[in-house]
């Protein structure tokens, strides 16, 4: 069983929004830091959020700020990525992420991050 997982990617028109979900049955999110990468065509990973345990700090790159939002759950023990405005640039193949231990902030560099989904697909069509 996959220790982390994504849902909700898909295909979207330009412009419009799309909410990205992460859980876990191995382990409870609200006390480690979570983020969300993207792998896009052409570009190398990329963190475009994450959320510290507790939700006690939270990140996002330029790239995304007024755009992408990180939330959570606790009760379901998920993570959210809200996507809104999306734009072509932003497909690619999403991955949450988690880390071993805690943190009291959270960073957007993979090597930050022990557990990963599998992905999921975001097609933005221009």
């Known amino acids: 069983q996959e220790q982390v997982k994504e849902s909700g990617g898909g295909l979207v028109q330009t412009g419009e929004s799309l909410r990205l979900s992460c859980t876990s049955s191995k382990m409870t999110f609200r006390e480690r830091a979570v983020a969300w990468f993207r792998q896009v065509p052409g570009s190398e990973r990329e963190g475009v959020a994450c959320?510290?345990?507790?939700?006690?700090?939270?990140k996002v790159p330029d790239s995304v700020k007024g755009r992408f939002t990180i939330s959570r759950d606790n009760g379901k023990n998920e993570v959210y990525l809200h996507m809104d405005s999306l734009k072509p640039e932003d497909a690619g193949i999403y991955y949450c992420a988690a880390v071993a231990s805690f943190t009291p902030t959270c960073g957007l560099m993979a090597g930050q991050y022990t557990y990963w989904g599998q992905g999921t697909q975001v097609t933005v069509s221009s």
């Open positions: 959320t510290a345990a507790y939700s006690a700090f939270k």
